[in-house]
C-alpha cells in the first residue's frame, strides 16, 4: 500500500477540515475528551500499576474517540467496539510502545543516569527545563520522535485496517516520515494558533483572573478537541479507504 506524498500547504486545509469536523458536535467531542482524560488519571492515580493500566488501555481510548469523532451518528457500539472486537492487538501495540519508551530511556540512561533518575519523580517537568539538563532533554525528545512517528497512526490502522502491530507501526512511521514537511508546517500553524489563544487569555487576565482562568480551561479543551480531530483528518488523507463519505469531502 503505497503512502501519498502530499504538499506542504495541505496543511491548513488540514486544520480548516478538523475545525469543521468539531464544529458539528463540540459538546459531544468535548465531552468525551474530559471522559477520556478522567478515566486515564483515574487510572494513573492506582498504586503501582497505575500507570501501565494507563497506557495498556489508550490505544483503545484512542480508537474509541476517533469512531467519536469521525461517524456522523456515533453509537455505544461504535464507541465500545475497541474493546470488543480489536483488544487483543491494541494491547499488543500498547505494550510495543511501552517497550519503545523503555528502551529509549535505557539508552538515555547510558549517557545521564541522573536525569533519567530524574524524570521518574514528582518534578519531572522542571528537570527537562533545568538549563544543565538541555542536552539530555534534547536527547530524549530526539530518540523519542521516531517512536511517536511509528505510534501515531497505528491504533487506527489496526483498529481499521486489521493491520498487524508490526505493519501498523512501519506505514505510520513512513506516512509522517514521507510527509515531514506538510507535518511540520501543521504543527507551526497549530502552535500559532494556540500562543494566538494563549496572549488573549493573558490580555483578559488584565480584567479578571476568574474569566483567564475560565478561558484557559476552554482553550486547553478545545486544543486536545481540535488535536484528535486533525489525527483523523490526517490519517484519513494518509490511509484513504475505508473513509466516512462526509469526512472525505470535509478533508
Known amino acids: 500500500m503505497p503512502v501519498p506524498l502530499l504538499p506542504a500547504p ?5 486544520i480548516c477540515a478538523a475545525y469543521a469536523i468539531f464544529r458539528q458536535k463540540p459538546v459531544l467531542i468535548c465531552s468525551a475528551l474530559v471522559f477520556y482524560f478522567s478515566l486515564s488519571s483515574l487510572l494513573s492515580t492506582l498504586p503501582h ?3 501501565i493500566l494507563s497506557m495498556l488501555v489508550g490505544p483503545c481510548l484512542t480508537v474509541s474517540l476517533m469512531n467519536l469523532i469521525l461517524r456522523p451518528r456515533p453509537t455505544l457500539t461504535d464507541i465500545f467496539q475497541p474493546f470488543r472486537a480489536h483488544l487483543k492487538p491494541l494491547l499488543g501495540l500498547a505494550l510495543a510502545l511501552m517497550t519503545g519508551l523503555l528502551l529509549t530511556l535505557s539508552l538515555l540512561a547510558l549517557v545521564d543516569s541522573e536525569f533519567v533518575r530524574a ?3 514528582p518534578d519531572a517537568l522542571e528537570a527537562l527545563f533545568k538549563p544543565e539538563n538541555r542536552a539530555s532533554t534534547l536527547a530524549l525528545f530526539a530518540l523519542l520522535t521516531p517512536v511517536f512517528m511509528a ?4 491504533p487506527l490502522l489496526v483498529a481499521w485496517r486489521q493491520f498487524s502491530i508490526a505493519k501498523a507501526m512501519f506505514f505510520s512511521f513512513m506516512a509522517i516520515l514521507r510527509n515531514w514537511r506538510a507535518i511540520l508546517g501543521c504543527i507551526l500553524l497549530f502552535s500559532l494558533l494556540f500562543f494566538s489563544a494563549l496572549v488573549l487569555t493573558a490580555l483578559a487576565s488584565t480584567l479578571s483572573l476568574a474569566l483567564a482562568r475560565i478561558l484557559l480551561a476552554l482553550i486547553l479543551l478545545v486544543t486536545a478537541a481540535l488535536n484528535f480531530c486533525l489525527t483523523g483528518i490526517i490519517y484519513l488523507d494518509f490511509f ?7 469526512i472525505s469531502e470535509l478533508a
Open 151 to 154: 505510534y501515531w497512526f497505528a
Open 119 to 121: 524524570l521518574s519523580q
Open 240 to 246: 484513504p479507504p475505508p473513509a466516512p463519505k462526509h
Open 10 to 14: 495541505r496543511s491548513w486545509r488540514w
Open 49 to 51: 500499576i497505575g500507570t
